[in-house]
C-alpha cells in the first residue's frame, strides 16, 4: 500500500496563507513609505517625556526593575486561582458520578 501525503498537514486553508502573505506585504509597505515622514521630525535631540538626563534613565530603569516581576507575580496568582478553580470543579464533578443521589432516573 502506497503512503499518501496529505496536502496540508496543518489543515490550513491555502488562502489563508496568501492573504497573510499580502497583509503583511501591504503593512510592510506602508510603513516603508510612512518611515521618512516620521524620522525626519526633529525635537532637537529631546524625547516624547523631555530632555534625558542620567537621574531619568535610573528612575526609568528602578521601575522596570519593579514591574516586570510584579506583573509575573500577578499572573501567576491569577493562574493559580484558575488553577484551583479548575481542579475543585473536576473533583466535584468526579464526586457527582459517584453519589448516589444522582444515580438513576425518576
Known amino acids: 500500500m502506497r503512503y499518501v501525503r496529505p496536502r496540508h498537514p496543518v489543515g490550513f486553508p491555502p488562502m489563508l496563507g496568501k492573504r497573510t502573505a499580502l497583509i503583511f506585504g501591504w503593512v510592510a509597505l506602508a510603513m516603508l513609505i510612512a518611515a521618512p515622514d516620521a524620522l525626519a521630525v526633529t ?19 528602578f521601575f522596570l526593575l519593579l514591574f516586570f516581576p510584579a506583573i509575573i507575580v500577578l499572573f501567576s496568582l491569577i493562574q493559580s486561582r484558575l488553577d484551583h478553580r479548575k481542579h475543585a470543579r473536576m473533583d466535584a464533578a468526579k464526586r457527582r458520578q459517584t453519589a448516589e443521589e444522582w444515580k438513576g432516573g425518576w
Do not use: D, R, S
Request: charge should be positive.
Open 43 to 61: 525635537h532637537g535631540g529631546q524625547g516624547i517625556y523631555g530632555p534625558t538626563n542620567a537621574l531619568l534613565i535610573v528612575k526609568v530603569m
